[in-house]
């Protein structure tokens, strides 16, 4: 696997490494060898199979390209240079059951759908929440139409977590604890609609940050109480951060819901290439094994949905 710079910056999430290495373009996943792709032994009628579900355009370029913010671990990420993580361990997986490759452009989450929506990318693979809203073409926190809309492959299900500083000084358990404080949340994600929705007689004070690892340098900082994100990456935070010192977990998992590959509604082809292609590696083990390697088998799904978002 080898990446090249490519195409100018369009996405941010979380890695302060990541700033120098998008001002040089974006990354690139060129190889279908991502670490975790030792998949059982497949027969070439069944590879063939599954090539031949592809639009033609995807089988005469060998590409997929996908859009992705490469700052999210343990979600998506940048290590040596190369891209690491769950999204483009299983991408690489995929590709290896398609025949073909991702192509993985790095640009700014909550831009995503729209570059998308004018043919920039032919998936978007980020850690996104599987929504009705974004299924219909609606951003979450904007509220803004972003196109026709989406359909998702669900890959995996996850809920929304609570990261606060060591020791929890402030003792919040749930989003209730949360009013009345500041509370630092990633511009464009599901998370905000979640503090919004969250009844409060005194008002938390939400503060949209353009990554998550903005939203960690404020908690570090003690300019917030709490920062919120998807369960992956907090928990990732909390083991990693300061050799594990800097912050914890509070509570449980909250409203937890499947992730999904986003295609055009209008590229049915690619959508069901893709859900085969992802319940192969789940018969085949080599999904599993990604989720182990990551942690994060407690998401695992039986099969690849469709719109399977609320």
Do not use: H, W
């Given at each position: 696997m080898t990446i090249h710079a490519s195409r100018g910056p369009i996405?941010?999430?979380?890695?302060?490494?990541?700033?120098?290495?998008?001002?040089?373009?974006?990354?690139?996943l060129t190889g279908c060898g991502g670490g975790s792709d030792k998949s059982a032994p497949r027969t070439d009628t069944e590879r063939e199979a599954l090539h031949d579900m592809l639009p033609d355009a995807v089988k005469k370029s060998g590409v997929i390209t996908v859009g992705s913010e490469m700052a999210y671990p343990p979600m998506?990420?940048?290590?040596?240079?190369?891209?690491?993580?769950?999204?483009?361990?299983?991408?690489?997986?995929?590709?290896?059951?398609?025949?073909?490759?991702f192509q993985f452009d790095n640009g700014t989450f909550d831009t995503l759908l729209g570059a998308q929506?004018?043919?920039?990318?032919d998936v978007v693979m980020s850690a996104l929440s599987d929504t009705s809203d974004r299924q219909e073409g609606?951003?979450?926190?904007?509220?803004?139409?972003?196109g026709e809309g989406v359909d998702f492959v669900d890959y995996l299900v996850s809920g929304s977590?609570?990261?606060?500083?060591?020791?929890?000084p402030d003792h919040i358990e749930t989003l209730a604890?949360?009013?009345?404080?500041?509370?630092?949340?990633?511009?464009?994600?599901?998370?905000?609609?979640?503090?919004?929705?969250?009844?409060?007689?005194?008002?938390?004070?939400?503060?949209?940050?353009a990554s998550y690892s903005d939203a960690q340098d404020h908690l570090k900082a003690g300019d917030v109480a709490a920062a919120v994100a998807d369960f992956p990456v907090s928990a990732y935070a909390a083991k990693t951060s300061g050799g594990g010192e800097d912050?914890?977990?509070?509570?449980?998992?909250?409203?937890?819901?499947?992730?999904?590959?986003?295609?055009?509604?209008s590229n049915t082809e690619l959508r069901d290439a893709l859900r085969a292609a992802l319940n192969a590696t789940i018969q085949n083990g080599t999904y599993e094994k990604v989720l182990t390697k990551w942690n994060v088998t407690d998401g695992a799904m039986s099969e690849g949905a469709i719109n399977g978002g609320s």
């Open positions: 996405v941010t999430r979380r890695l302060a490494v990541l700033g120098a290495l998008a001002a040089a373009g974006a990354l690139v998506e990420f940048v290590r040596n240079g190369k891209p690491a993580g769950i999204d483009p361990d299983l991408a690489a997986a995929l590709g290896n059951e398609l025949g073909v490759r929506q004018s043919k920039r990318y609606i951003e979450p926190a904007s509220g803004m139409r972003t977590s609570i990261l606060v500083r060591k020791g929890n604890n949360l009013c009345g404080k500041n509370v630092a949340v990633q511009s464009g994600s599901t998370t905000y609609d979640l503090l919004q929705g969250q009844a409060c007689d005194d008002p938390m004070k939400i503060e949209t940050v912050f914890e977990l509070a509570g449980e998992q909250i409203d937890p819901g499947p992730y999904g590959i986003a295609v055009l509604k």
